[in-house]
T-cell receptor, first 113, second 114 residues
């Protein structure tokens, strides 16, 4: 069964701290991996998409890495800000006709001012 | 670009009635659309995948006769929750994919069944 797990489930840090969110997946035959942000009661905002041939992607203060062989991805957030507070979801895309996204369990991040 | 809208953003209905949710790709043609459901403090669960002009493919455990999906055009898919019950109350999110592999998500629809 293809499962995606995120650790920790919740995280609270003081403003300015660097932090790492973890994502692991059971089936390493992925096509892409994508990180999203979700604010309470809202839809998803795509943060970074890493193709299976890539090792990492960067956007501003965000850096996502991918290690297919170990079934892991990390999202690094530098110099965290209160506005970063949200739920972060990773999702794995497997190939095939439908390219389904399988979502992880999410990490609820709170950045304290 | 790559904007997906949903309508309505929230809806309250009585138990036993049906509710239709629309998902539109505003600036691209969506060959495939996906419907997800999200219960409070849980992640998104894929309900079904729909391709324009063909029947939707439902995930295991999702009742196709209860959740009717119609992908009538390359820019519109609808999800109809038939004979809604309180346990159907949830956040429904659609996504759309064009010719690439990336999915673009709508803002979601909050359904409350009383």
């Amino acid at each position: 069964k293809q499962e995606v797990t995120q650790i920790p489930a919740a995280l609270s840090v003081p403003e300015g701290e660097n932090l790492v969110l973890n994502c692991s997946f059971t089936d390493s035959a992925i096509y892409n991996l994508q990180w999203f942000r979700q604010d309470p009661g809202k839809g998803l905002t795509s943060l970074l998409l890493i193709q299976s041939s890539q090792r990492e992607q960067t956007s501003g203060r965000l850096n996502a890495s991918l290690d297919k062989s170990s079934g892991r991805s990390t999202l690094y957030i530098a110099a965290s800000q209160p506005g970063d507070s949200a739920t972060y979801l990773c999702a794995v895309i497997y190939g095939g006709a439908t390219n389904k996204l399988i979502f992880g369990t999410g990490t609820l991040l709170a950045v304290q001012p | 670009g790559a904007v997906v809208s949903q309508h309505p953003s929230w809806v309250i209905c009585k138990s036993g009635t049906s509710v239709k949710i629309e998902c539109r790709s505003l600036d691209f043609q969506a060959t495939t659309m996906f419907w997800y459901r999200q219960f409070p403090k849980q992640s998104l669960m894929l309900m079904a995948t729909s391709n324009e002009g063909s029947k939707a493919t439902y995930e295991q455990g999702v009742e196709k006769d209860k959740f009717l999906i119609n992908h009538a055009s390359l820019t519109l898919s609808t999800l109809t929750v038939t004979s809604a019950h309180p346990e159907d109350s949830s956040f429904y999110i659609c996504s759309a994919r064009g010719h690439g592999h990336e999915q673009y998500f709508g803002p979601g629809t909050r359904l409350t069944v009383t």
